[in-house]
């Protein structure tokens, strides 16, 4: 089947190793600097080795990606095979100042993804834990004349109870209050945390409507609630009229009201992407319930090692095939 996309898409990961003890003992160096405890969770920085599973998911569901770029802090993981023609490893040297290193927010490392040298114009932005379910195609994530399609929380998004929240639901909140100020435009909806398709050049428009609090996100090290966020990107992208909006929900891929109404009753949804907390007791459930495009596997404080035990069961059984991005 023909595509109507004819540019290339690249893809960007941004990962970490944080059981490594040089890391650890660099980030633990500048924990003096913390404003908001929430930010800095253990979870945020372990490693399940969810890219490799995410990788695999790119293989089998999303071959036609041009380019794999993985952001990571002078490491890489041992598993990874780094001759793959598409896979290149980006170190925050390549694309944050010298005097902002080291790093530990990844606010301030995506203030800078757009820099990637050799990244192509339309790309998209996942972390390790975001997985393709099913076959995607370029035109799930841009339109034929360009335009990302900007996928955001169906569910409305509660500004007045994001300040008793951690610092990302701050964060989006202030994104939000900042558009309404500028642009007159009210989002009420936050990003559906999953894979985002951006250009390179609404990143520098945006840059460039607040470069001095985008220069201060990249020199942030670890999060602060005055920092930026990419969800601005695309914020501002479908306010310039240069992206389609859509709101993400449980019946996105049942093709209308009668679809949906079939897909109740026969007890199975199709949506665009679901969040899974690692807390949640039986993955496979909401897998085969919703029968997602894309799932991220969320990490967070409240999860335990036998969680994340089943969490790596669930991708082997999952995505059982290795990939040519693993070593032989």
């Not at 169906?154 to 500028?182: D, P, T």
């Not at 398709?197 to 428009?205: L, V």
């Not at 036998?306 to 040519?324: C, I, M, T, W």
Request: aromatic share 12%; net charge neutral.
């Amino acid at each position: 089947m023909s595509s109507s996309v004819t540019f290339p898409i690249d893809l960007v990961y941004m990962w970490v190793d944080g059981s490594d003890p040089k890391w650890r003992e660099r980030r633990n160096h500048y924990m003096g600097g913390v404003v908001d405890a929430n930010s800095v969770v253990e979870a945020r920085w372990i490693d399940n080795e969810e890219l490799r599973y995410s990788l695999r998911s790119v293989e089998s569901y999303a071959p036609w990606i041009n380019h794999i770029y993985i952001v990571t802090d002078g490491q890489c993981p041992s598993w990874l095979n780094t001759s793959h023609p598409k896979i290149s490893i980006v170190d925050h040297r390549d694309i944050l100042p010298h005097d902002a290193l080291p790093v530990f927010s990844a606010l301030a490392i995506e203030s800078c993804i757009y820099k990637i040298p050799g990244l192509s114009e339309h790309f998209i932005l996942g972390n390790d834990d975001t997985l393709f379910n099913a076959p995607v195609t370029p035109e799930t994530f841009f339109r034929a004349d360009g335009q990302p399609i900007i996928r955001l929380s169906g569910q409305r998004f509660n500004r007045s109870k994001a300040q008793h929240k951690g610092n990302y639901a701050r964060v989006v909140a202030r994104m939000q209050l900042l558009i309404k100020e500028q642009f007159g435009k009210n989002f009420s909806h936050a990003p559906h945390h999953n894979f985002d398709a951006y250009r390179r050049s609404d990143f520098e428009k945006a840059v460039a409507v607040m470069p001095e609090a985008w220069r201060d996100t990249t020199y942030n090290r670890l999060p602060r609630p005055s920092d930026m966020q990419r969800c601005y990107v695309s914020y501002l992208s479908v306010v310039n009229g240069d992206a389609e909006l859509r709101l993400v929900g449980r019946y996105n891929r049942t093709g209308g009201i009668m679809g949906a109404v079939k897909a109740f009753f026969v007890g199975r949804f199709a949506c665009d992407s679901r969040c899974i907390p690692l807390t949640e007791r039986d993955y496979d459930r909401v897998i085969a319930k919703y029968n997602p495009l894309m799932i991220c596997m969320n990490d967070g404080e409240t999860t335990t090692d036998a969680d994340r035990q089943r969490l790596v069961e669930f991708l082997d059984s999952h995505y059982p095939n290795k990939s040519g991005f693993e070593r032989l």
